[in-house]
């Protein structure tokens, strides 16, 4: 896989959310421990 698809992005974000400063933070809709059990 060498690029994300708008697909992806829909089912793996929950939201992104861009700081004054320009920061970025992603809310996934998963959790690391999730990704741990599979």
Same mark, same amino acid.
């Given at each position: 896989?060498? %690029?994300? =698809?708008? %697909?992806?992005?829909?089912?793996?974000?929950? /939201?992104?959310? *861009?700081? #004054?400063?320009?920061? *970025?933070?992603?809310?996934? /809709?998963?959790? =690391? =421990? #999730?990704?741990? =059990? *599979?």
């Amino acid at each position: 896989m060498d %690029e994300l =698809t708008p %697909e992806m992005v829909h089912r793996f974000v929950d /939201k992104i959310e *861009v700081q #004054a400063d320009g920061s *970025v933070n992603i809310h996934y /809709k998963f959790t =690391t =421990t #999730a990704l741990l =059990t *599979v």
